[in-house]
Structure formats: C-alpha cells, structure tokens
C-alpha cells in the first residue's frame, strides 16, 4: 500500500512538471543572447517637441534628419524667431525617431550583412521592460555573415503590440519644474545620447524559440535607457541622466 501511494504520488508530481514547463514554454518571452557593439547606428529624427503647462505637446521642429548615433552628435536646435513655438512655459520635452534603423556591427565572428533587413515585433512599450515581451524576429533579406566587415542593414522595430505609429519616443519620465520658458527668439536646442554598446545581437536559427528565428540572423534592440539627454531654452539648460528617461515604443 506505501509503495502505491508513493507511485501515485509521484507520477502526480511529474505530471504537473511536465504541465509546467508546457505552460512556460507556450507563454515566456523569446530570450536573449549576448550582444556586441554597434559601429554605424543612423537614426532618422522626426520631430522634437515640447510640453506646455496645460499638457499639450507642441511641435519645435521636423528636422526628418539623419544621423549616425555612433559617430555624430544627435543635436538639434533653432532660433524661435517666427514664433513657431508659442511663447509660454514649458514642463517636458519629447524626441521622436523612426522606427526603421539603419545598423552597422557584430557579435563575436557574426556580422551584420549589407542590404539586409530584419523585423522585430512584440509587445514591449519601454526600452526598459527589453528583452520581455519580444515575440519574433524576422528577416526579409540576408543579415548575417561570419566574414569580414560588417556592413550596413535594416532593423524595423515594430513594437508595442504593433501599434500604427512608426516612431520611437525618447522623453523624460516626469515633468520638470520649474519649467523652460519660451519667448520670441529664444535659442532651443534638445539632444540626446545612447550607449550602443551592446545592441547587435545573433540569433542562432531555432535558438531563441521554436522557428525563430527561421534562419542565422543579425538584429537590432535599442539599450535598455537613454544614457543622458539635454534641453536648452534661453540660456538655461537642463541636464537628464539615464534614470530619468524612457524610450517609448
């Protein structure tokens, strides 16, 4: 009767195992692998805009400028001479990006391949929750090589549970206070920095989940935060640390 009761003890426990690991293989996010430094990261900027006290966002400027993260300053500025920023106070600032990046780099021996082009979809919101929520990694053209050098390709970042809009937020978390003031003429700069250190990821075909991805594949995911942000308005200039900021999908 003991060794009954054990058997069917155990084979109790083992079936709620293997219902485990189902469940968590059916729900858990695609996992990671080790990522290496970015050496071209060109983003296209296409708005920058500002808050003001009664929370409506104002457009500054619509730059559609390009610049390479790695080797240029991301700065943008301009005199308010027209009065194209209403005068008034202002609480918060907000950066907006495409979210097609064009990235240049390698992980160990892999390297990015030129002319190709990868999809990352999912449901992450914040650069912060990153690796969490993505749900598959696509290509669309080659990505990946183990020769050398790395060469430019495509990363289309379509987070947020897909969501229509095609750019990517940086701003602070919170308002400022007190807040910038902006008056006719007033000289307005923004610029932010990101650490591209480890950005460039490869994925083994089949190593981060069941077909995914479909093949060797480079790909793209932004750091986790912004690693420091500047706001000038008149002369006076704010400065924002990492911890401060958020990357919105």
């Known amino acids: 009767m003991f060794t009954g009761d054990l058997r069917a003890k155990s084979w109790h426990e083992l079936k709620t195992l293997a219902l485990s690991l189902v469940f968590i293989f059916l729900f858990s996010e695609i996992p990671c692998q080790a990522a290496g430094p970015a050496s071209v990261c060109r983003v296209t900027i296409r708005s920058v805009e500002l808050k003001n006290t009664a929370a409506q966002w ?3 400027i619509e730059p559609d400028k390009q610049v390479d993260l790695v080797n240029q300053e991301s700065t943008i500025y301009f005199f308010n001479n027209t009065n194209r920023v209403p005068p008034g106070k202002y609480v918060n600032f907000r950066v907006k990006i495409l979210e097609t990046i064009k990235v240049q780099g390698r992980d160990h021996a892999n390297r990015t391949k030129a002319g190709g082009i990868a999809v990352v979809t999912g449901r992450t919101v914040t650069a912060s929750e990153l690796p969490k929520g993505i749900a598959s990694i696509r290509e669309e053209a080659p990505t990946w090589k183990d020769e050398k050098p790395e060469e430019l390709m495509t990363v289309i970042l379509n987070l947020n549970n897909g969501d229509e809009d095609d750019t990517i937020s940086i701003m602070r978390k919170s308002d400022f206070d007190p807040p910038l003031e902006v008056k006719k003429g007033s000289f307005i700069s923004v610029r932010f920095d990101l650490n591209l250190d480890n950005v460039i990821y490869y994925g083994l075909k089949g190593s981060l989940a069941k077909g995914i991805p ?32 958020d990357l919105w999908f």
């Open 214 to 245: 479909e093949k060797d594949t480079m790909y793209f995911l932004p750091p986790n935060q912004v690693e420091r942000a500047e706001v000038e308005v008149g002369g006076r200039k704010l400065i924002f640390e990492g911890r401060e900021l």
């Open 58 to 60: 104002v457009t500054v």
